[in-house]
């Protein structure tokens, strides 16, 4: 079953309707996305469609905030002299600088109808751009949370994001199966119910380990935090390379400052690795951070610096992130799957002792 917005409060009676039903009854179907193999979200605010890939150029129309376009393609254009990256989308209607787009698709999934034989829960990814969800507990625990209620937008989690499934329900309104869903690590107990359809089991051979019969000793991971680039090497033979965001060298508010610095220095090693994990830090004032959802963190630095998967931005090349390394979706995987100490669906939080796993150099070229 397929409802849009106004279809499901009218079936539920209304506004009135809606507000007496039970948290996981108010779950909303999918919204309709645009039809298109390759999508793009924009990540945040107001964001101009120009007539070319060239800032100086007109103004089509703006985007706003979770706006689905068309992922055309990806082209080299002109933003300004002073910033590193030059990427545009190319959508239906004009060109939008890339930074601000996260990649997506709409994949929708046949949704379970149980949890599996003899276990009490499983890791789900978002496959579809975004999926809105409601509250069990009837007020928000973590701060982001309450941040997003208390200006009213809507709770979302977003394409490739990994959360834990714990219970599986039919709607007696829509008859859509839909999954409660929680934070599985760094939890602040928020419980949330979402349409089932949004999310993808993960399966144990999708994060099965890389090269495991190499020598964990042999294989070194190298970020460069001049040129914002990760190296994967197996001896001296280069295995894996991507664009990365470090630590920014600037604050909240422009100033430059090293708090946000990943460290830099040679012979850190991976101590943690979890499939996903909710993370915060800071205060509210414009420097802290609280993100659910964070997946493939590879921890290697300090109580909390990692190597982990973004969704929040596609800027990857410029210095952007709290300390941690900012990786696409994709990357971040693959380096979680290569490193040790080995992870899996059910040792999904692995921490080791010294001396440590997988050696992580954090170098700045001159």
């Not at 254009?77 to 239906?92: A, F, L, M, Y």
């Not at 499934?165 to 869903?181: A, F, L, P």
């Not at 949004?198 to 040129?227: C, G, M, Q």
Request: proline residues 7%.
């Amino acid at each position: 079953m397929t409802l849009s917005r106004r279809e499901f409060l009218k079936l539920v009676g209304g506004a009135a309707g809606f507000a007496a039903l039970k948290p996981f009854q108010k779950v909303s179907p999918l919204p309709e996305f645009p039809k298109s193999a390759n999508l793009g979200r924009i990540i945040e605010g107001k964001f101009p469609c120009l007539a070319s890939p060239n800032n100086q150029d007109t103004v089509i129309r703006n985007y706003y905030t979770d706006d689905i376009v068309p992922w055309n393609r990806e082209v080299v254009g002109r933003r300004d002299t002073n910033i590193i990256n030059q990427k545009w989308v190319e959508t239906d209607e004009g060109f939008v600088y890339a930074s601000y787009v996260q990649p997506v698709k709409n994949e929708p999934n046949q949704a379970l109808e149980k949890l599996p034989d003899g276990v009490n829960g499983f890791w789900a990814e978002v496959s579809v751009p975004y999926v809105d969800f409601v509250l069990e507990n009837e007020n928000p625990a973590s701060p982001w949370l309450k941040d997003t209620m208390a200006l009213q937008l809507p709770t979302r989690l977003y394409y490739l994001q990994v959360m834990w499934v714990d219970q599986v329900k039919r709607s007696d309104v829509t008859g859509n199966m839909i999954y409660r869903i929680n934070e599985k690590y760094g939890s602040y107990g928020d419980l949330m119910w979402a349409e089932a359809a949004a999310f993808r089991p993960l399966t144990t051979e999708e994060i099965s380990p890389i090269h495991p019969e190499i020598d964990p000793d042999a294989k070194k991971v190298v970020v460069n935090a001049t040129y914002q680039t990760l190296s994967c090497f197996e001896e001296d033979r280069e295995v894996y390379f991507c664009k990365v965001s470090t630590g920014a060298k600037f604050d909240a508010y422009g100033n430059v400052v090293d708090n946000w610095a990943t460290p830099v220095g040679l012979g850190h090693r991976t101590w943690r690795k979890t499939i996903s994990i909710h993370m915060a830090g800071g205060t509210a004032s414009g420097s802290g951070y609280d993100t659910p959802g964070v997946s493939w963190a590879t921890f290697f630095s300090g109580e909390g610096v990692a190597i982990h998967s973004t969704f929040w931005h596609n800027d990857y090349g410029v210095p952007r992130s709290h300390g941690c390394v900012n990786a696409k979706p994709e990357d971040a995987k693959w380096i979680y799957r290569w490193t040790t100490p080995v992870s899996d669906l059910v040792s999904d939080d692995v921490t080791v002792g010294m001396p440590g796993g997988t050696k992580i150099d954090v170098i700045e070229s001159i």
